[in-house]
């Protein structure tokens, strides 16, 4: 069966403290790994999306890397604007269809 | 207006009531999706819809109807809900469901309808 997991659930940083957010999956058909962003009351953000073991993006203090069982979400030096909730997801060859981890919750205080 | 707009965005009802969710995109997009986000839970997806044809139904209860007249717009559809389905409601869009480049599956999201059920 098809799985991701997101560690931890909940993250607590201070300013400048940098740290790591993990999503664990397994999966067939592998269409893409992405990364969303999602502030209280809004809808996520899209962010990364990976394909392939190896490949790396980032985005101002953010990067995003993938192997073949796992993706980390990098952060340098958080702000407290980063403080958000950060979702993965798997995507498929069919049917465009994207499965969703239960996010983990950065707070990132000054 | 840009992106994707649901509304309304707050929406309270009772278990007999009938109403309707309305998203739109104005990104030019030919896929779009219906989510639940419940609580501590991962989102679920409920619907696709593929240049307006439905795609995937991810075993919805039958008290949701969803309607996609245009790749423009789609509607959800809500009767004699239960309170168990208060949720957020997210719509989302991308330039099309599963083939079609590594840009294709992207997709962008509403900032969702919050439904409570009496």
């Known amino acids: 069966e098809d799985q991701v997991t997101q560690s931890p659930e909940a993250l607590r940083l201070q300013e400048g403290e940098s740290s790591s957010l993990n999503c664990s999956y397994t999966?067939?058909?592998?269409?893409?790994l992405f990364w969303y962003r999602q502030d209280p009351g809004k809808g996520p953000e899209f962010l990364f999306t990976?394909?392939?073991a190896g490949e790396e993006k980032e985005k101002e203090r953010l990067k995003a890397t993938l192997t073949k069982k796992e993706s980390f979400l990098h952060i340098t030096a958080p702000k407290p604007e980063d403080s958000a909730t950060y979702l993965c997801?798997?995507?498929?060859?069919?049917?465009?269809?994207?499965?969703f981890g239960q996010g983990t919750e950065l707070s990132v205080k000054p | 207006e840009t992106g994707v707009t649901q509304t309304p965005r707050h929406l309270v009802m009772g278990m007999t009531n009938k109403k309707s969710l309305k998203c739109e995109q104005h990104l030019g997009h030919n896929a779009m999706y219906w989510y639940k986000q419940s609580a501590k839970k991962p989102l679920e997806l409920m619907f696709v819809?593929?240049?307006?044809?439905?795609?995937e139904n991810n075993s919805v209860p039958s008290r949701f109807s969803p309607e996609c007249p245009n790749s423009s717009h789609l509607f959800l559809h809500l009767h004699t809900l239960q309170p168990e389905d208060s949720a957020l409601y997210l719509c989302?869009?991308?330039?099309?469901?599963?083939?079609?480049?590594?840009?294709?599956?992207?997709?962008?999201f509403g900032a969702g309808t919050r439904l409570s059920v009496l």
């Open positions: 997801a798997l995507g498929y060859n069919q049917g465009g269809k994207l499965i």
């Open positions: 819809y593929n240049f307006k044809e439905q795609t």
């Open positions: 989302a869009s991308s330039p099309r469901a599963g083939t079609g480049g590594k840009g294709a599956n992207i997709q962008y």
């Open positions: 999966v067939s058909g592998l269409r893409g």
């Open positions: 990976l394909y392939s």
